[in-house]
């Protein structure tokens, strides 16, 4: 090493090679990453092109306060159609910060980031806390949109709390106003106290 040192043009060769050498690779970072068609091919459509274990999200409004906490054992990630699998996906809504958050969960979901759209599936289940009282919503699907601060199916709905079921087809729900609209066909047992 001491002949690097005994060669004061060698040194500031080596200074400029690696000066060159930052610039090239900070110019390249710019750049939209290349898709390797071939590889994407082999892969096929069915097979993400990248993974999350253990996932998980946290969400903010403009003032700070806490909008979405979001889990998932596994997310998958597909560049074609920009869209995310999820397992077991986990999220609790906030809206009024006062209020607590409702819980929604699900078996499957499916994350389209450009139109900021979680659509879930199988074994949905949103449980929101009404003043003293817990209530729970079934159904089979359910899509969120975080754009519009609310989530709506078509599906058949089940609502159980502590005085009854509800059912009904279809319902829409809005987050930060806490608001539940039921579509159609709306059915309810609920039993009074004496």
Known sequence: MNWLLDRPWLRA???AATVVAAVFLLWRSDEPPVID??????????????????????????????????????????????LATMESPRAELYGDQEALPWIVEADNGSLLQNQNLVYLTDNVRVQRTIGERDAVLTTSSL???NDR????????????????????????AWIDE????????????YETGN
């Open 13 to 15: 060769l080596a200074l």
């Open 37 to 82: 068609d071939e590889a994407a091919a082999l892969r096929g459509d069915a097979e993400p092109d990248g993974f999350v274990v253990n996932g998980q999200y946290t969400s903010f409004d403009e003032a700070g306060n806490l909008k979405i906490r979001f889990s998932s054992p596994r997310i998958e990630q597909f560049e074609e159609g920009n």
């Open 143 to 145: 899509t969120l949109d």
């Open 149 to 172: 601060g609310m989530v709506y199916t078509d599906a058949p709905v089940e609502i159980r709390d502590v005085t009854g079921i509800t059912r009904a087809t279809g319902m829409k």
């Open 178 to 189: 806490r608001i539940l609209e039921l579509n159609s066909q709306v059915e309810g047992l």
